[in-house]
């Protein structure tokens, strides 16, 4: 289990991120991936609302691709207070009953597929390394029904920046990218916000 003492997104058009990007000496972490993320909920949508309305502790479900290839993994992301932490257990192949038994061992709750989100992913590590940030962009959120047909989609036009530091690091970069611009930003929330 990994923990970021904080995580802070910054949510505006793509050039203007790509620009704040720019402005910062930035080392290139990865090549850029095409990310794929199911999200699992209750029918009543238990973990989305408990996220629009800050509750903590709070978690969400996912099962995340890479580049399109056969490997996936179930992330339970949890937050509590400030703090973000990710489980991440690797899958053998995408079978969705089993990933509904093993999410139930794993939190005794029943869940059901209800959004897919893709999107591509550029990293970055701050000059040090001891800051690493994401750019996504080109996301798209599709409604899926419990056997994971997708019912609708939707592409959004904005970008994200995800900037993630431990409680021991600090930045004067981060003061003038973050700006008034610092948001709290889901893209699981806002694709649910999209068809539910």
Do not use: A, W
């Not at 609302?49 to 903590?56: C, L, V």
């Not at 509590?80 to 005794?108: A, G």
């Not at 001891?130 to 970008?159: A, G, P, Q």
Request: with cysteine; hydrophobic share 30%; proline share 1%.
């Amino acid at each position: 289990m990994n923990l970021y003492r904080t995580e802070k997104k910054i949510y505006d058009k793509l050039s203007k991120n790509l620009k704040r990007i720019s402005n910062l000496n930035l080392i290139k972490h990865h090549v850029t991936r095409s990310i794929s993320s199911i999200y699992f909920d209750t029918n009543e949508l238990f973990h989305f609302n408990r996220s629009e309305e800050g509750i903590t502790p709070r978690s969400k479900f996912r099962v995340r691709n890479y580049n399109d290839q056969n490997l996936y993994s179930l992330e339970i992301k949890s937050k509590i207070n400030e703090s973000s932490y990710k489980k991440i257990v690797k899958l053998e192949k995408f079978d969705l009953i089993k990933i509904k038994k093993l999410i139930y061992k794993i939190s005794s709750e029943r869940l059901y597929p209800k959004l897919k989100v893709s999107y591509k992913r550029k990293y970055y590590l701050s000059s040090e390394k001891k800051i690493r940030y994401t750019l996504d962009y080109n996301v798209k959120f599709y409604k899926l029904d419990k056997n994971c047909k997708i019912l609708s989609s939707h592409s959004e036009l904005n970008s994200v920046i995800e900037v993630k530091k431990n409680s021991q690091t600090y930045h004067s970069e981060l003061e003038s990218l973050y700006g008034g611009d610092i948001t709290r930003f889901s893209k699981y929330c806002e694709g649910i916000k999209k068809f539910y």
